[in-house]
Structure formats: structure tokens, C-alpha cells
């Protein structure tokens, strides 16, 4: 397992443990972060107040609504260019400029739905059933967010549980676990199937079993049902009973209390990133992205998690980039 961190100027560093933020500053990265925004925001705020008085100052009957045109055409620029490497896309004439296909899409809802801190049980929570179908019936989701938070949020019964049903009904590609709540250091990431083999039959504990009974009555019952077949497999689960050690237990009984270090023990993660300290058109970053070898490549800032790009999708818009360039 890769546990480099390559930057964008080409040097490696040791990331800091799962759920630590790097600490280089007096100020913790997240306040570190938010200073630099809102320093940013003043000086674009005071270039502009200072424009629009220089021209009423100059030439006192020029209308308000000018002096404003005034101000922010200089202040624009400076906006603009705080944002420019973090813009998705921009469109030009008529002509749209796209980095947005470089980018995975991340949905983050399931996990929230699915999570034992935040619903022990579903019996009666129709909300979850609707978020549970909605992402299942979304082809275009390619990665699944979850939030380790703290060590009481996740249970494994639960990471497991995702696991299974986004490997038997989606085209999700990987898992991509963070923790620290807001923060979201970036852990690691695996497949569906990866994750479902290695929390799917632990000593003593036989996860996979009980999920297959499961889906197994399911498809067997005669009632109708409102709910979709997903829907119906989350409903039993946490009424189910398992089977440990030989004896019958509850989901509560069964679980493990999942943070990052115990995730990290259990499941072969990828947790190469590139630090994103250039613009996605840099030559060297994109280098950087390409040369990872993955099919999915995280952008951090600080160890938290921006971005994931899609290297096949950066690869075939850097080339199209270059072809057109050649025909110029």
C-alpha cells in the first residue's frame, strides 16, 4: 500500500495518521484556510471601495451606477484569478470551456441514510427507503462518501452492509472514506467488492451469510411491497439476528465501533493523493495525476479531500487538448 503523498512541485511527503490534520501553523488548517479566504475577500472588498471613491473623488457628477462599472472592473480580475485553478468551467462566447468531466461524482446522502448514529433502525423512516432508491437508480454516482466522523458513528455492520448493496446494485466504482466530520481528511478508498470481502467474514462473525438470507427472503416473499427490493433488505437488516460465535445476537451486539485506524487494519486501502497546489491545466499536476497509475486519483488540500479526478476522463481531455493545439 502507497502511502506517499506526492505534491504538485514534485516532493513527496509522509501524510499525517488517519483523522490528524497536518499542523505547521499556530492556527489549526481549517482557520488556517478560512483566514486566507476571508483575507482574500477584504483585499477584492478594499480594492474596489478604494476605485469607486478615487473616481467619485475625481469627478464628482459621475453617476454612482459608472463608479461601481469602475470598481468592479478592477476589483474582478483579482476574484477571479483567487478562483481561477478551482473554476469547473467557464464559457466564453458561446464556447464552453469544461474541466468538470475530470471530476468523479461523489454522493455522500447514502452513507448519511445508512449510518447506525444517525438511524439504529429504519422501521417506519420512509425518507431513508427514498434517499436509499434514488442513489441506487443513479447511474451517473461513481464514488460513495463515508464519513467516519468519530469512532461511535460507523458501525462495521454498517460499512458492510454499504458495501454489499452498492457491489450487488450499482455501477458505484469505489468507496472513499474520510474522517474528521467537517474537515474530511482523506482516508482511503476501495472498491465495493474489496470492502465487502474483507468485513464480510470475520472470525466468529459472518456478515455475507446474513446478508444473503436476506436478499434470499426478500425475492421469496409473496406480499407485495411499496418498498423496492434495496429498500426491503435495508428494513430487515438492523431487525435481524446474527449469528456469532454460534449464538444468536443483535446488530448492536454484532457491530464494531469502525474508525479510520481499524478501517485501515481490515481493508487494503488506496491512499496515494496529489496534493492540489496548481491549476488542473499544469503540466506538472497533471503529470503527477496520470502517473498514479489509478483509474481514480483524490486532490487534497492539507490532507483534506477536494476532489477526485477520473483519470480516464483527464487523460482523454488532455489529449484532446493537445490535438487541438497542434491543429492551430
Known amino acids: 500500500m502507497d502511502n506517499h503523498v506526492v505534491t504538485a512541485d514534485g516532493a513527496q511527503a509522509v501524510p499525517p495518521p488517519p483523522g ?5 501553523g499556530w492556527l489549526p488548517p481549517g482557520w488556517r484556510r478560512f483566514a ?5 475577500c477584504y483585499v477584492v472588498v478594499a480594492v474596489f471601495g478604494v476605485v469607486y471613491g ?8 459621475t453617476p454612482a451606477s459608472a463608479a461601481v462599472i469602475w470598481g468592479l472592473c478592477a476589483a474582478g480580475p483579482l476574484a477571479v484569478a483567487f478562483v481561477w485553478d478551482r473554476l469547473t468551467g467557464f464559457k466564453v462566447l458561446g464556447v464552453e470551456f469544461t474541466l468538470a468531466d475530470s471530476f468523479a461524482r461523489i454522493d455522500a446522502t447514502l452513507a448519511t441514510a445508512l449510518s447506525a448514529s444517525e438511524n439504529q433502525y429504519f422501521s417506519g423512516n420512509e425518507a431513508i427507503f427514498q434517499v436509499v432508491d434514488r442513489v441506487i437508480a443513479n447511474p451517473s454516482i461513481e464514488l460513495l462518501e463515508l464519513n467516519l466522523r468519530t469512532t461511535q458513528y460507523w458501525w462495521s ?3 458492510y452492509l454499504q458495501a454489499a448493496l452498492v457491489a450487488d446494485y450499482t455501477n458505484i466504482q469505489r468507496l472513499v472514506f474520510v474522517d474528521g466530520d467537517a474537515q474530511r481528511h482523506y482516508v482511503g478508498m476501495a472498491s465495493p467488492g474489496e470492502v465487502r470481502r474483507a468485513l464480510g467474514q470475520l472470525p466468529g462473525l ?3 451469510l ?3 438470507q436476506i436478499q434470499q427472503e426478500v425475492r421469496q416473499a ?10 426491503r433488505i435495508v428494513y430487515s437488516w438492523s431487525a435481524s439476528a446474527f449469528t456469532q460465535d454460534g449464538q444468536a445476537v443483535s ?7 469502525m474508525s479510520a485506524e481499524l478501517l485501515t487494519q481490515r481493508v487494503k486501502l488506496e491512499t496515494t493523493t496529489v496534493e492540489w497546489t496548481e491549476p488542473l491545466d499544469s503540466p506538472r499536476l497533471q503529470a503527477l495525476v496520470l502517473d498514479k497509475g489509478f483509474r481514480f486519483v483524490p486532490l487534497t488540500e492539507n490532507g483534506r479531500l477536494a476532489r477526485v479526478v477520473n483519470t480516464e476522463n483527464f487523460a482523454r481531455r488532455i489529449a484532446s487538448q493537445a490535438v487541438r493545439a497542434s491543429l492551430r
Not at 406480499?223 to 423496492?228: A, D, H, I
Not at 446488530?251 to 465501533?257: L, M
Open 251 to 257: 446488530e448492536d451486539a454484532a457491530k464494531t465501533s
Open 206 to 208: 459472518n456478515l455475507e
Open 54 to 61: 478615487i473616481v467619485r473623488l475625481i469627478s464628482p457628477d
Open 210 to 212: 446474513a446478508y444473503r
Open 222 to 231: 409473496q406480499q407485495p411491497s411499496e418498498l423496492s427490493e434495496v429498500a
Open 20 to 24: 490528524r490534520e497536518r499542523d505547521d
Open 36 to 40: 486566507r479566504i476571508a483575507l482574500v
Open 157 to 159: 455492520t454498517r460499512v
